[in-house]
């Protein structure tokens, strides 16, 4: 988070490295992997469904 943090506010919008921190960064906490996305909208599902029935 620091060094994503440092890149936002110490580097150009352009600058490559940037785009590789944030791109990075982003896949921490939003995985590309199209398993993991599927089981979070699943589970999120299933919460919704829980609320919902309560």
């Known amino acids: 988070m620091r060094i994503e943090n440092a890149a936002h506010h110490h580097t150009g919008k352009a600058a490559s490295h940037q785009k590789i921190i944030?791109?990075?960064f982003l896949e921490c906490f939003c995985p590309a992997d199209p398993s993991w996305r599927n089981a979070v909208i699943e589970h999120g599902l299933a919460v919704i469904?829980?609320?919902i029935s309560h």
């Open 22 to 24: 944030k791109a990075e």
């Open 49 to 51: 469904k829980r609320v």
